[in-house]
């Protein structure tokens, strides 16, 4: 079956590998079999990876240096029309891996194009495209997730004194500042880092060369196409070579955990942007309203950040579902890891965009979430402290204390900062049966809100200089990350630009030789 193709008035031959068998697929069959929307992702992977495994084959001796030279002008002209828009590729092709070794021959003839191939099976071929993708996407969402983070660090160092309640079991729980808060999304958020910047070591190694599950009879040298794709290493034994995905399994969970803290910051924002909390305030553009409520102003984003983690879940759930039974080797099944593989980078690195931007542009109402705070019995087990520290009560006395002021203070409408020496006396003698006496002087100091702050003295605590070291932290270990992360980048720039170097070379010999 002949099928045309945008490239000029050439046609090409989709079925390049049906030589086994005598009658042409379905149509039916060839949209079900075809992975090119998903492969699109990886095209010009599969150039480079081919065009290294074709430089590896002249080194070796096993292609002529002219068939290599045809071969890499034919690659880099397709890779020119792809960057054009000028490709349009019908689905009768299974994948990008037979369309690019079919325009090759049909451009240079199969003498020499049905060279391209040698030493090479598709599934050490697409194992490779994908490793090189999804270690460019990875990429890409450290440089965002790095970006969020500093984003974090320049807002908490902004509201370092905006008090505001810090929740257990969705209950008031202590006092703290929203710093303190954003700081501990800082520290999350990092871990990611440090577990993308593990996962990448598991992602770049090479399985090109492994051949289809048992390797070659051909001499190909592995170390030298790993080296020229800018992988640190090779993947060893030819089965786990073609056959594992472990890398895709474990990028896509890093992901997730990832997206899980996204969308639990997400819920918090949306929460504390109702009417009834008031503690914060979305940007415009970052806001969606009501087609028939005039009042509205809704956190539609954050709301579909928070609805496109369950996405994310779910195609983590089917990229382990599809792994859990397949027999060991290479099965056509795992053609169907990239669709949600590709899907759990598109959301996440989305979803990085939009919750940096609602950081930076979030209106915070320090007014607002200081009254919540002086109105409530936060400060109970600042009090119950000092009662500790000022008296001889052990904590638990305190604690029983302190309780039973807090149920007084809610049945008589009365608040912490109302309480009096003479009724912590009093209520001591009723629970306690001892006569606690504690001077005003020092309840005052008790209770006051920064000084309940400030008297935090536990590493990690909302106090200002305890906020001043995590941030100070925090940034030094995300310029540690982004360091890394400069380093990685820059290897695979380096290595891809001596692939292309060395491309260059052979293609400019041929105008050398005919001058």
């Given at each position: 079956?002949?099928?045309?193709?945008?490239?000029?008035?050439?046609?090409?031959?989709?079925?390049?590998?049906?030589?086994?068998?005598?009658?042409?697929?379905?149509?039916?069959?060839?949209?079900f079999?075809?992975?090119?929307?998903?492969?699109?992702?990886?095209?010009?992977?599969?150039?480079?990876?081919?065009?290294?495994?074709?430089?590896?084959?002249?080194?070796?001796?096993?292609?002529?240096?002219?068939?290599?030279?045809?071969?890499?002008?034919?690659?880099?002209?397709?890779?020119?029309?792809?960057?054009?828009?000028?490709?349009?590729?019908?689905?009768?092709?299974?994948?990008?891996?037979?369309?690019?070794?079919?325009?090759?021959?049909?451009?240079?003839?199969?003498?020499?194009?049905?060279?391209?191939?040698?030493?090479?099976?598709?599934?050490?071929?697409?194992?490779t495209?994908?490793?090189?993708?999804?270690?460019?996407?990875?990429?890409?969402?450290?440089?965002?997730?790095?970006?969020?983070?500093?984003?974090?660090?320049?807002?908490?160092?902004?509201?370092?004194?905006?008090?505001?309640?810090l929740?257990?079991?969705?209950?008031h729980?202590?006092?703290?500042?929203?710093?303190?808060?954003?700081?501990?999304?800082?520290?999350?958020?990092?871990?990611?880092?440090?577990?993308?910047?593990?996962?990448?070591?598991?992602?770049?190694?090479?399985?090109?060369?492994?051949?289809?599950?048992?390797g070659?009879?051909?001499?190909?040298?592995?170390?030298?196409?790993?080296?020229?794709?800018?992988?640190?290493?090779?993947?060893?034994?030819?089965?786990?070579?073609?056959?594992?995905?472990?890398?895709?399994?474990?990028?896509?969970?890093?992901?997730?955990?990832?997206?899980?803290?996204?969308?639990?910051?997400?819920?918090?924002?949306?929460?504390?942007?109702?009417?009834?909390?008031?503690?914060?305030?979305?940007?415009?553009?970052?806001?969606?309203?009501?087609?028939?409520?005039?009042?509205?102003?809704?956190?539609?984003?954050?709301?579909?950040?928070?609805?496109?983690?369950?996405h994310?879940?779910?195609?983590?759930?089917?990229?382990?579902?599809?792994?859990?039974?397949?027999?060991?080797?290479?099965?056509?099944?795992?053609?169907?890891?990239?669709?949600?593989?590709?899907?759990?980078?598109d959301?996440?690195?989305?979803?990085?965009?939009?919750?940096?931007?609602?950081?930076?542009?979030?209106?915070?109402?320090?007014?607002?979430?200081?009254?919540v705070?002086?109105?409530?019995?936060?400060?109970?087990v600042?009090?119950?402290?000092?009662?500790?520290?000022?008296?001889?009560?052990s904590?638990?006395?305190?604690?029983?204390?302190?309780?039973?002021?807090?149920?007084?203070?809610?049945?008589?409408?009365?608040?912490?900062?109302?309480?009096?020496?003479?009724?912590?006396?009093?209520?001591?003698?009723?629970?306690?049966?001892?006569?606690?006496?504690?001077?005003?002087?020092?309840?005052?100091?008790?209770?006051?809100?920064?000084?309940?702050?400030?008297?935090?003295v536990?590493?990690?605590?909302?106090?200002?200089?305890?906020?001043r070291?995590?941030?100070?932290n925090?940034?030094?270990?995300?310029d540690?990350?982004?360091?890394?992360?400069?380093?990685?980048?820059?290897?695979?720039?380096?290595?891809?630009?001596?692939?292309m170097?060395?491309?260059?070379?052979?293609?400019?010999?041929?105008?050398?030789?005919?001058?």
């Open positions: 079956m002949r099928i045309s193709i945008i490239i000029g008035e050439s046609e090409l031959n989709a079925g390049l590998y049906r030589g086994r068998l005598s009658k042409e697929k379905s149509e039916k069959t060839s949209r079999l075809s992975s090119l929307e998903d492969d699109m992702r990886i095209f010009e992977e599969d150039i480079d990876g081919t065009e290294a495994h074709d430089i590896m084959l002249h080194e070796q001796g096993i292609i002529s240096r002219e068939d290599l030279t045809k071969i890499l002008c034919t690659l880099e002209r397709l890779r020119s029309q792809k960057r054009r828009g000028e490709i349009e590729i019908p689905t009768d092709f299974e994948d990008i891996h037979e369309f690019l070794e079919a325009y090759v021959i049909e451009e240079i003839g199969i003498e020499v194009g049905g060279k391209l191939h040698t030493g090479r099976s598709r599934n050490d071929q697409v194992a495209d994908i490793r090189m993708r999804v270690r460019k996407d990875l990429n890409i969402i450290s440089e965002n997730t790095i970006d969020l983070i500093k984003s974090i660090l320049e807002v908490a160092e902004k509201h370092t004194d905006s008090l505001m309640i929740y257990t079991h969705t209950q729980a202590q006092i703290g500042t929203f710093s303190h808060y954003l700081l501990a999304y800082a520290e999350s958020l990092i871990r990611c880092l440090a577990r993308f910047d593990d996962c990448y070591k598991r992602v770049n190694l090479s399985p090109l060369g492994a051949g289809p599950i048992g070659s009879r051909f001499d190909v040298d592995r170390e030298r196409t790993s080296s020229l794709l800018g992988f640190d290493s090779i993947l060893e034994n030819s089965i786990d070579a073609v056959s594992s995905r472990d890398f895709a399994l474990e990028t896509a969970s890093v992901l997730a955990l990832l997206i899980t803290e996204m969308s639990r910051i997400s819920e918090d924002l949306i929460l504390w942007s109702s009417t009834e909390f008031g503690y914060l305030e979305l940007a415009d553009e970052y806001s969606s309203t009501s087609s028939v409520m005039p009042q509205k102003k809704n956190p539609c984003p954050l709301e579909l950040l928070r609805g496109k983690t369950g994310v879940y779910g195609a983590l759930i089917s990229l382990l579902t599809m792994m859990k039974g397949l027999s060991t080797g290479y099965n056509r099944d795992l053609q169907e890891t990239k669709p949600p593989l590709w899907m759990i980078f959301i996440v690195e989305d979803s990085l965009e939009i919750l940096r931007g609602v950081i930076l542009t979030l209106a915070v109402n320090k007014e607002r979430m200081r009254e705070v002086s109105e409530s019995y936060v400060i109970a600042d009090l119950a402290e000092e009662l500790v520290k000022r008296s001889k009560l904590f638990r006395e305190a604690h029983k204390l302190v309780g039973n002021l807090v149920r007084e203070g809610t049945n008589s409408g009365i608040s912490l900062k109302n309480v009096t020496s003479d009724l912590i006396e009093r209520l001591s003698w009723e629970i306690l049966g001892k006569r606690i006496k504690v001077s005003e002087e020092i309840i005052k100091s008790a209770i006051d809100l920064q000084e309940c702050l400030e008297k935090r536990t590493i990690g605590s909302p106090a200002a200089k305890m906020q070291r995590m941030i100070k925090n940034r030094r270990r995300l540690r990350h982004r360091r890394l992360l400069e380093k990685r980048v820059k290897s695979i720039e380096e290595s891809r630009s001596k692939l170097d060395t491309v260059k070379k052979y293609i400019e010999s041929i105008d050398s030789d005919k001058m």
